[in-house]
Structure formats: C-alpha cells, structure tokens
C-alpha cells in the first residue's frame, strides 16, 4: 500500500481533509451581485466594500459613500456514480449573501492625500454538501459471525456555514497611487457525517454504519490580515497587488467514537489549531473609459494548511498536507460595460486542484482490489465558474443581478477504515464492524448555480 493510502488508514475521517481545504482555507467569496458578476476580479479596480475581499488598497478608489446588501440563492447539486449507478442530490438555500458600506472623508487640504476612506464587509456562505452514492451488489464483506452483507450505499453529509467580516482602510495619494489595509475575522459551524448501509445477503435486512470518530461537530473561529496597493500607470490601466497573512483559526470540535476498551461508544471533545495557506494576489486593470473595464486577478497561495500537534492525528494530517498538498492557484476574469445607467458584466475564475496524484488501494466494480491505484482527482479537484450581470444605476439608488455557475468533477474516496490491534478506524453499527484496507471510489460532478440580488445607496 502506498504512503500516501496508509495515511488515510489512521486519519479520522476523508472529510476532515476535504474540510480542511474546501472551508477553513477557502475564505467566503460571496460579494454583491456586481462582485460576483464579474467572478470575483476587482483587485485593481476598487471602489466599494468588496475591494476587501482581495484587495483592500481599492477603499482608496472610492470618491463617494455606499452601503449594499445582497441576497444570495443557491443551487448546489452533486451527482456520484460508481458501478454503472448515480445518485444525484440538490440543495436549494436562500440567505444575506453580503452586506457592505464605506464612508468617504474627503481631506481639505493642499496635500496630495485626497481620500481616507474606511470600509466594512461582511460575506456569508452555506457550506452545507450532501454525497450520496449507491451501493454494489458484487461488494460483499464476510463478518466474524459466518454472515455476510453487500454494500448498499455510503454518504457524507456537512451542514454549516462560514462568514467573513472585515474591517478596512484606504487611502488615495494624488489620485494615482492606493493603499489598504484590513482586519478580517471568521466564523464556521460544521455538522459531518460519514455513513455506510449494508444488506444482509441471507434476509436483505439493512445494516446502517457510522466511520470511526463520526459524526463530529466543529464550531470555529480565525483571524487574518491584509495589505494591499494600486498604482495607476497613466489614464488606462493599473496594477495592483495584495497579501492576506493565513487565517489563524481555533476549532472547538466534538466527534462520538465507537469500540472503546475502556468507555465503549461514547462521545469526546477537543480543541484544534489551524493556520491556513497565506495568500498573495496581484492584479492589472484596463480603463479605456467611463463605459468599459477590465480587471484580471491572479492569487498564489504561499504556504500550506498546518494543526498545532496535540497527538498523531495531527501530525499526521501535517505530514500529508506537506506531501501532498499543492499550493493554490486561482485566476479571474472580470469586465464590466456601461450603457447609459445600464450595467452589463461578465466573469470567469479557474481554482487549480489542491493536490497531487494520490495512489490508493481501490476497490473494482467487480469486487476486486487495484494496488495502488493512481488518482489526480481524488477528494477535490479543479473548478470552473463562469458568470453574468445585470445592473441599473438610478444615480442615488441601484441594483445589480447576476448568475454564477461553478463546476467541478472529482473522485470520491470512502469506506476505507482498519481495525488493527487496539487502532480503531473502521466503519461501526451497534452490534458489529466493518474493518476494510481498500477504498470504495466513485466519480462525483459538483455544479452549484448561484443568483445574487443587490439593493445599493450611494450618498
């Protein structure tokens, strides 16, 4: 078996490493309904709240106050396939997306500083994801007691949420140079389950099971900060860059535990310590007038997910995210064209897979094992967001609507968990276990279709 599948042997859980990235490294990208049109890309354009989700040099950009709210419909659908069946899932959620405001103070002086402006932002995200795959008949596990049952399905299943607020300042020098700086603070509940029914083959009675240390339950909250700054290069364009020193997160976390020699099923709580990748992103604009912009953002992230070590679970997850683990990449595309008080914008954004290929022992449809078997999407991959705006500007007043579409296809790990020894890891119903050293493994497609509605005032 390959280092890379013996890890997931002793970690609690597949979801804890699809978490670690998916929600605490991945900060609520949920802005107002222009953001979100334009995929998210304004770091060298600025000018409102949202500057402050990438880049906070933008508060600098504004000449005029504004305070927005947004509210968010989301449509997120996962469609796992595994030995020739699907299951498909839809979530709908309605929600306050995003809520934004900046005051202006214009400075009455000779100096060359002519704006400080102080902003605030609060973005808000479901992170609620249910994947349910069916089950195969030719996957049958033999229990101790001369019984035998198939496997009939396997889901995980999160809900939760995670919101961003963040508090800024901006500065405009000369109207040619823009600096930021902002405070962000975050908050995250998530509810996880990782579950398995078998059918008995003598009496087709179900059997429902639940992974090792599952279901968990965490409530967190971190800390980043962030400096940034535009600079114009004559009329037409302008480049910007920016820095968002990691989340510094505190996890409170209670998980229920099965088979104790000492206490049985039973359940137990801790604290965990996450630092999440530092971010940098660097930006070009082009303004050929009062009708037409557009911005391209690119963001690197230059560290990788590490836990403060309170014992192997821990340092395990550390030694696989440094393994394993790919720094991110994200790039986005964003334009926006004027016509008289219409708004017309469109976007697109490209998020890299966060790592490399992973071989693991896998189960085939016809019951087999594969040896390590190599895969380079497995948990998370890359994701695709195409999206489309609509504004109108009443001069005092506006509203802005867009429409998002993120795809994303990757395989989907599970069943995996060995009893060895006094190590508990498997899969556990009341009376029984189930003990396995390969991978059930299917193919899941993610499409979430999102709507924004923006009400905004300027003063």
């Known amino acids: 078996m390959s280092i890379s599948a013996a890890f997931f042997a002793q970690a609690q859980d597949v979801s804890v490493i699809r978490n670690t990235v998916d929600v605490y490294s991945n900060a609520p990208n949920i802005g107002s309904a222009k953001f979100n049109a334009m ?25 005029s106050g504004e305070v927005s709210g947004t509210l968010s419909l989301t449509n997120n659908k996962n469609t796992s396939s595994y030995a020739g069946s699907s299951y498909g899932y839809t979530i709908n959620r309605g929600d306050l997306g995003n809520v934004g405001a900046v005051m202006t103070f214009q400075l009455m002086t000779e100096s060359a500083w002519k704006f400080i402006n102080i902003g605030v932002n609060y ?49 405009n020098y000369n109207n040619s140079l823009y600096l930021g700086a902002g405070l962000n603070f975050f908050n ?29 339950y965490e409530r967190g909250n971190g800390f980043s900060a962030s400096l940034g700054v535009i600079g114009k290069l004559g009329r037409n364009f302008r ?19 099965y088979n104790d020699p000492i206490y049985g099923d039973d359940y137990a709580v801790e604290d965990r310590e996450l630092t999440s990748p530092m971010k940098a992103t660097v930006s ?77 022992d896998r189960y085939t449809n016809d019951g087999g094992i594969a040896a390590a078997y190599s895969d380079n999407k497995l948990i998370l991959n890359d994701r695709n967001a195409f ?73």
């Open 188 to 216: 995250s509940s998530i509810d996880q389950s990782d579950t398995a029914i078998f059918n008995s083959l003598s009496n087709g009675s179900s059997e429902y099971f639940s992974k090792q240390n599952t279901p968990f």
């Open 239 to 257: 480049l910007g860059a920016a820095l968002e020193t990691p989340t510094f997160w505190n996890i409170d976390r209670s998980y229920s535990f």
């Open 284 to 360: 070009a604009a082009f303004i050929a007038n009062k009708s037409f912009a557009l911005n391209i953002d690119y963001t690197l992230g230059l560290t990788k997910p590490k836990y403060k070590v309170y014992g192997d679970a821990e340092s395990e997850l550390n030694d696989f995210f440094k393994d394993n683990y790919k720094n991110l990449s994200e790039v986005k595309i964003g334009a926006e064209y004027r016509l008289k008080q219409f708004r017309l914008r469109g976007g697109y954004a490209y998020s890299s897979s966060p790592f490399d290929a992973l071989a693991t």
């Open 387 to 459: 999206s489309v705006g609509l504004g109108y500007d009443f001069r005092s007043f506006y509203i802005d609507a867009s429409y998002q579409t993120i795809t994303s296809k990757y395989s989907n790990p599970f069943l995996y968990g060995v009893v060895d020894g006094a190590y508990e890891a498997g899969y556990y119903s009341p009376s029984r276990l189930i003990s396995s050293d390969a991978y059930a493994v299917s193919d899941v497609k993610n499409v979430r279709n999102n709507f924004f509605l923006t009400f905004g005032w300027k003063f």
């Open 123 to 171: 973005s808000n995200q479901s992170i609620e994801n249910y994947i349910e795959t069916p089950g195969n008949s030719n996957l049958i596990y033999d229990f101790p007691d001369a019984t035998s049952s198939s496997f009939a399905r396997h889901a995980y299943d999160r809900y939760g949420y995670m919101s961003k607020t963040s508090f800024g300042v901006g500065a």
């Open 39 to 63: 995929a998210g890309s304004n770091g060298a354009l600025g000018g409102d709240a949202n500057s402050l989700l990438t880049n906070p040099a933008g508060l600098g950009v504004a000449i």
